[in-house]
């Protein structure tokens, strides 16, 4: 597609839940990245995938986050067990592998744990 | 440890003057600056960069200044308009870097009044 695509755009959930967040990323775009942003904050990174490497998962704030990434493309990110401080907009990004084009965000999910 | 602060949360600013949103890095290793702009339910869009090789990168409006030694950057957006009104967010890379990952500051909230 033309941008990065994210779904859902919004996602209510009980605390103690588990929740599946999707990007497509544009296509040809090896890198693809997870932030989050909670309210009133920056970007914290989470997660970060090139081509077929080894993730860099040292954002990830406990055990109860993991992402996949197939290939080139589709990424989930997945909470176990909802806590109400996972309460945040979720970004993907994705870039080319090299240059300096910097990132294209999809436009979120914004994830509401009750 | 943040790498990329911008320690001003929020600025206010006439409609038609100058508005100077700053941002100071640690890392001397990064070596090429990213300005994002982000409306509210939006993700963070891409608004101008400079290489460290620079001292000035002007686009239109907008207009990055880069000072090495003092590990600064600014982002001038002259005239202000009120549909300038966002968080603007600075990020910086080192190009050796695979995949331009980026480190963001914390982010700037700009309000342009009429």
């Known amino acids: 597609g033309a941008g990065v695509s994210q779904s859902p755009s919004n996602k209510v959930t009980e605390k103690g839940k588990d929740v599946e967040l999707r990007c497509d990323p544009i296509?040809?775009?090896?890198?693809l990245y997870w932030y989050r942003q909670r309210l009133g904050q920056g970007l914290e990174f989470l997660i970060y995938?090139?081509?077929?490497?080894?993730?860099?998962k040292s954002g990830l704030p406990s055990d109860r986050f993991s992402a996949e990434r197939t290939g080139e493309s589709v990424s989930t990110l997945t909470i176990q067990r909802t806590q109400q401080e996972d309460s945040a907009v979720y970004l993907c990004?994705?870039?080319?592998?090299?240059?300096?084009?910097?990132?294209?965000f999809g436009s979120g999910t914004r994830l509401t744990v009750v | 440890d943040q790498q990329v602060k911008q320690n001003s949360p929020s600025l206010s600013v006439q409609e038609g003057r100058i508005s100077i949103l700053n941002c100071d890095y640690t890392n001397s290793m990064f070596d090429y600056f990213l300005w994002y702009k982000k409306y509210p339910a939006e993700g963070p869009t891409f608004l101008i960069s400079?290489?460290?090789?620079?001292d000035k990168n002007e686009d239109g409006r907008f207009t990055v200044f880069l000072n090495k030694s003092a590990k600064h950057l600014s982002l001038h957006i002259v005239p202000s308009q009120p549909g300038d009104s966002a968080v603007y967010f600075c990020a910086a890379s080192a190009v050796y870097n695979a995949g331009n990952m980026l480190t963001f500051g914390g982010g700037t909230r700009l309000m342009v009044k009429p």
């Open positions: 400079i290489s460290s090789i620079k």
């Open positions: 995938f090139q081509g077929n490497s080894a993730p860099d």
């Open positions: 990004a994705s870039s080319p592998p090299w240059g300096t084009s910097g990132y294209t």
């Open positions: 296509s040809g775009h090896t890198a």
